[in-house]
T-cell receptor
Framework: KNQVEQSPQSLIILEGKNCTLQ??????????LRWYKQDTGRGPVSLTI?????NTKSNGRYTATLDADTKQSSLHITASQLSDSASYIC????????????FGRGTSLIVHP | GAGVSQSPSNKVTEKGKDVELRCDPI?????LYWYRQSLGQGLEFLIY????????KSGLPSDRFSAERTGGSVSTLTIQRTQQEDSAVYLC??????????????FGPGTRLTVL
């Protein structure tokens, strides 16, 4: 069964600090992996997409990594800001014919001043 | 441009009543998804529409749930005889057709449904 596991479930950090969120998946065959940011009361918004051949991709203070061999991805947030407080969701898609993504449960990040 | 919109933003209903939730996707997007998000849970897939193809209803939790997409645009999710466990945020997302597995899903703000 295709699964996406995220850790930690929740995280509290001080403003200005860095943090790393983890995503492990069993989706096969793998097509791509997206990290979404979901602010409270809003729908998720895509931060970055990782394909099989990509190891690292940055979007401002967000850097995503992918290890397709170990089926792991991480999202690193540098110099956190209060506005980074949100849920971060890892979503994996298969190339096996299904257009239904597999969602992780998300990591809830709180940035304190 | 306009994003995905959903209405109502909040809906409170009594157990046993029917509710209709509406989704207006981004113009030109042929794919439309409905998801349910319960407190502390991940997004649960409900139904997927792609163009004029038959929808993928594999995620609908019971026959009380149904959805339509008229004219390949607006979609309505209907829940009949609502139960308290139906309380959740219902999210709609749309995406373009080309290279479907790579397409970004654009989400609406959701409808928060509370069943008393």
């Amino acid at each position: 069964k295709n699964q996406v596991e995220q850790s930690p479930q929740s995280l509290i950090i001080l403003e200005g600090k860095n943090c790393t969120l983890q995503c492990n998946y069993t989706v096969s065959p793998f097509s791509n992996l997206r990290w979404y940011k979901q602010d409270t009361g809003r729908g998720p918004v895509s931060l970055t997409i990782m394909t099989f051949s990509e190891n690292t991709k940055s979007n401002g203070r967000y850097t995503a990594t992918l290890d397709a061999d170990t089926k792991q991805s991480s999202l690193h947030i540098t110099a956190s800001q209060l506005s980074d407080s949100a849920s971060y969701i890892c979503v994996v898609r298969t190339s096996g014919g299904s257009y239904i993504p597999t969602f992780g449960r998300g990591t809830s990040l709180i940035v304190h001043p | 441009g306009a994003g995905v919109s959903q209405s109502p933003s909040n809906k409170v209903t009594e157990k046993g009543k029917d509710v209709e939730l509406r989704c207006d996707p981004i113009s030109g997007h042929t794919a439309l998804y409905w998801y349910r998000q319960s407190l502390g849970q991940g997004l649960e897939f409900l139904i997927y529409f792609q163009g004029n193809s038959a929808p993928d209803k594999s995620g609908l939790p019971s026959d009380r749930f149904s959805a339509e997409r008229t004219g390949g645009s607006v979609s309505t999710l209907t829940i009949q005889r609502t139960q308290q466990e139906d309380s959740a945020v219902y999210l709609c997302a749309s995406s373009g057709a080309t290279g479907r597995t790579y397409n970004e899903q654009f989400f609406g703000p959701g409808t928060r449904l509370t069943v008393l």
